[in-house]
């Protein structure tokens, strides 16, 4: 079993920055893909960024050269830095984890999921 629980939310100003953290614990989080979604008011789940066990990593498109994904496996913890925030960026964060090396875009392929922390982007 998997927990996962998210930190660095907050309401910042557009063009603003924030570094959100996952912290992990129990299963072996150095085997685990791992990922980001968000989910704004009214609107489903979408992928933001995942990054494999091996530290490949994709990201949506509309966070291309603005958000970075990372991963530290000593501390158990992955991060997401996200740079130049935009107002349509505001949403709950949610970090995700699968018992699965390869990464994945898809919420369904992921059976770990943290509380969310929320971030607010005002214009």
């Known amino acids: 079993q998997v927990q996962l629980v998210e930190s660095g939310g907050g309401l910042v100003q557009a063009g603003g920055s924030l570094r959100l953290s996952c912290a992990a614990s129990?299963?072996?989080?150095?085997?685990?893909?791992m990922g980001w979604f968000r989910q704004a008011p009214g609107k489903e789940r979408r992928f933001v960024a995942v990054?494999?066990?091996?530290?490949?990593?994709y990201y949506t498109d509309s966070v291309k050269g603005r958000f970075t994904i990372s991963r530290d496996n000593a501390k158990k913890t992955m991060y997401l830095r996200m740079l130049s925030l935009k107002p349509e960026d505001t949403a709950v964060y949610y970090c995700?984890?699968?018992?699965?090396?390869?990464?994945?875009?898809?919420?369904?392929?992921?059976?770990?999921w943290g509380q969310g922390t929320q971030v607010t982007v005002s214009s």
């Open positions: 995700a984890a699968r018992h699965v090396r390869g990464y994945a875009t898809h919420s369904s392929d992921y059976a770990y």
């Open positions: 990054i494999s066990s091996g530290s490949a990593t």
């Open positions: 129990g299963g072996t989080f150095s085997d685990n893909a």
